[in-house]
């Protein structure tokens, strides 16, 4: 339930930010059952603006264009799936000023060709129960940090904005917390509430008003070095693997931070016996990264039980009617396995580390410069090669190295591992397999 009070004042809000003016043609783009229709409705028409409609289907990229060129349209609020796809065939855009992009994670993919048409861009981001819209961010090219992020920016005028963290406590600078929204734009509750809806809305302990409330809005957010909010995920898509609980929103800004990738989205899947993460990514045209070479940049930035164990690279994200990502419509993609050009174990402790590589990977055979990630590897087979060398009476006997799940993603090959083993017990001085073998496993 939104009262006429707070739409009446996020318009006025939303107004100022967008500098609406009365010579503004708005494109109508968002379908007249969601909430951000409003905003392009009644925005333009609060300073005496036109609306153009949209009409009935849904627009191609091109057609897309082609309405903006023949209906002189000067702003337009795009969700960013389709913003995405637009950017790729971009044509006449010399009467549109503003392009408004909200809904979702911005997209990067053609940032940099975008922003140089000199058009004002602006990530916007809010839930319904915050009146639409509740913060705002310029895009350009230095906001595209090095990490590959876009924040959300700051709240609009009149809107209030907390980073929580779970005991109600504000987060410092750039640590990760429940984004949380107060001020009078606010809705006054729900019509019909589910379960757990009501505790959304909350008094809000920093007012000085009593009657102040505050929307737990559910999202995982920080403020970066400029004081601005970082969208990372949902704190509700909160995943359990093996033990540990994953936030996939960390693990997609990870992936994303990479140069070369524009947009990656993380699920788990549960259709085989061992539950796994899989990770789908758009590419910028430019990139040359593969899924092998990210996932070698994820070991130094994140655990390796977030790591996911299967890729996919696709073109573009298919889109639900609202022009959100169908993630139902991503095919799990199957093991990956890629050998190198069979190299067979050169000593007895390579034998035994490929006799445990195949017994638990399902494999025929492994070369000591087969990659463990590209043959099928990941966190949970890992600790079970592990086990499974223990009961071959691979162990290490100098007390200062240990194998463990970490060593297996930093050398993850047999003949890395094995070095490894030789140097830590003789020091370096030799190399020797033979004389490693008698004083490494027993």
């Given at each position: 339930?939104?009262s006429?009070?707070?739409?009446a004042a996020?318009?006025?809000?939303?107004a100022?930010?967008?500098?609406?003016q009365s010579?503004?043609?708005?494109l109508?783009?968002?379908?007249?059952?969601f909430?951000?229709?409003?905003?392009?409705?009644?925005?333009p028409?609060s300073?005496g603006?036109s609306v153009?409609?949209?009409g009935?289907?849904?627009?191609?990229a091109s057609g897309?264009?082609?309405?903006?060129?023949?209906?002189q349209?000067?702003?337009?609020?795009?969700?960013?799936s389709?913003?995405a796809?637009a950017?790729?065939?971009v044509?006449?855009v010399t009467?549109?000023r503003l392009?408004i992009v909200?809904?979702?994670?911005?997209?990067s993919?053609?940032?940099?060709?975008?922003l140089?048409?000199?058009?004002?861009?602006?990530n916007?981001y809010?839930?319904?129960e915050?009146?639409?819209?509740?913060t705002?961010?310029?895009?350009t090219?230095?906001?595209?940090?090095?990490?590959?992020?876009?924040p959300?920016g700051r709240?609009?005028?009149?809107?209030?904005?907390y980073?929580?963290?779970?005991s109600?406590?504000?987060?410092p600078?750039?640590?990760?917390?429940?984004l949380c929204?107060g001020?009078?734009?606010?809705?006054d509750g729900?019509v019909?509430?589910?379960?757990?809806?009501?505790?959304?809305?909350?008094?809000?302990p920093f007012a000085?008003?009593n009657?102040?409330?505050?929307?737990?809005?559910?999202?995982?957010a920080r403020?970066n070095?400029?004081?601005?909010?970082e969208?990372?995920?949902?704190?509700d898509?909160?995943?359990k693997?093996r033990?540990?609980r994953?936030?996939p929103?960390?693990?997609?800004?990870a992936i994303?931070?990479?140069?070369?990738?524009?947009q990656?989205?993380v699920?788990?899947?549960n259709?085989e016996?061992?539950?796994?993460?899989?990770?789908?990514?758009?590419?910028?045209d430019r990139s040359?990264?593969?899924?092998?070479?990210?996932?070698r940049?994820?070991?130094?930035?994140?655990?390796?039980?977030m790591?996911?164990?299967?890729?996919m690279?696709v073109?573009?994200w298919?889109?639900?009617?609202?022009?959100?990502?169908?993630?139902?419509?991503?095919?799990i993609p199957?093991?990956?396995?890629i050998?190198?050009?069979?190299?067979?174990?050169?000593?007895?402790?390579q034998?035994l580390?490929?006799q445990?590589?195949?017994?638990?990977l399902?494999l025929?055979?492994?070369?000591?410069?087969?990659?463990?990630?590209?043959i099928?590897?990941?966190?949970?087979?890992?600790l079970?090669?592990?086990?499974?060398?223990g009961?071959?009476?691979?162990?290490?006997?100098?007390?200062h190295?240990e194998?463990s799940p970490?060593?297996m993603?930093q050398?993850?090959t047999i003949?890395e591992?094995?070095e490894?083993?030789d140097?830590?017990v003789?020091?370096?001085d030799?190399?020797?397999?033979?004389?490693?073998?008698?004083a490494?496993y027993t």
């Amino acid at each position: 339930m939104v009262s006429h009070a707070a739409i009446a004042a996020h318009v006025a809000s939303v107004a100022k930010v967008y500098e609406m003016q009365s010579n503004d043609r708005v494109l109508q783009f968002c379908d007249l059952t969601f909430d951000p229709s409003l905003e392009q409705f009644l925005t333009p028409w609060s300073v005496g603006g036109s609306v153009v409609m949209r009409g009935d289907s849904m627009y191609s990229a091109s057609g897309f264009w082609r309405r903006v060129k023949e209906d002189q349209i000067t702003v337009a609020n795009l969700p960013p799936s389709f913003m995405a796809e637009a950017i790729r065939s971009v044509d006449d855009v010399t009467s549109l000023r503003l392009m408004i992009v909200g809904g979702d994670v911005f997209p990067s993919q053609h940032l940099d060709q975008w922003l140089a048409k000199g058009i004002r861009t602006i990530n916007a981001y809010g839930p319904t129960e915050a009146v639409i819209t509740a913060t705002t961010h310029d895009v350009t090219i230095q906001s595209h940090d090095a990490r590959g992020s876009i924040p959300i920016g700051r709240p609009k005028p009149g809107s209030i904005a907390y980073i929580l963290d779970r005991s109600g406590s504000l987060c410092p600078r750039g640590v990760a917390g429940e984004l949380c929204l107060g001020g009078p734009m606010l809705a006054d509750g729900y019509v019909v509430a589910k379960e757990g809806d009501s505790a959304r809305f909350t008094s809000d302990p920093f007012a000085d008003d009593n009657n102040a409330k505050l929307y737990r809005t559910g999202d995982l957010a920080r403020w970066n070095e400029n004081r601005e909010i970082e969208f990372l995920g949902r704190i509700d898509r909160q995943i359990k693997v093996r033990g540990f609980r994953i936030e996939p929103g960390e693990i997609e800004h990870a992936i994303s931070s990479i140069p070369g990738v524009d947009q990656a989205l993380v699920r788990l899947c549960n259709d085989e016996a061992d539950p796994f993460l899989v990770a789908y990514v758009i590419l910028d045209d430019r990139s040359h990264e593969t899924t092998d070479s990210i996932t070698r940049q994820l070991r130094s930035r994140l655990p390796i039980y977030m790591i996911p164990e299967r890729w996919m690279v696709v073109d573009a994200w298919p889109l639900k009617p609202s022009g959100k990502v169908d993630l139902d419509q991503l095919p799990i993609p199957p093991r990956r396995l890629i050998t190198t050009g069979h190299v067979p174990p050169q000593s007895r402790l390579q034998e035994l580390m490929a006799q445990s590589w195949c017994e638990v990977l399902e494999l025929k055979s492994v070369g000591i410069d087969d990659d463990f990630l590209d043959i099928g590897g990941g966190s949970l087979q890992s600790l079970r090669i592990l086990s499974r060398l223990g009961e071959l009476g691979v162990v290490a006997k100098d007390p200062h190295i240990e194998l463990s799940p970490q060593l297996m993603f930093q050398y993850t090959t047999i003949r890395e591992l094995s070095e490894l083993m030789d140097l830590a017990v003789s020091g370096g001085d030799s190399k020797s397999q033979s004389s490693s073998s008698r004083a490494i496993y027993t």
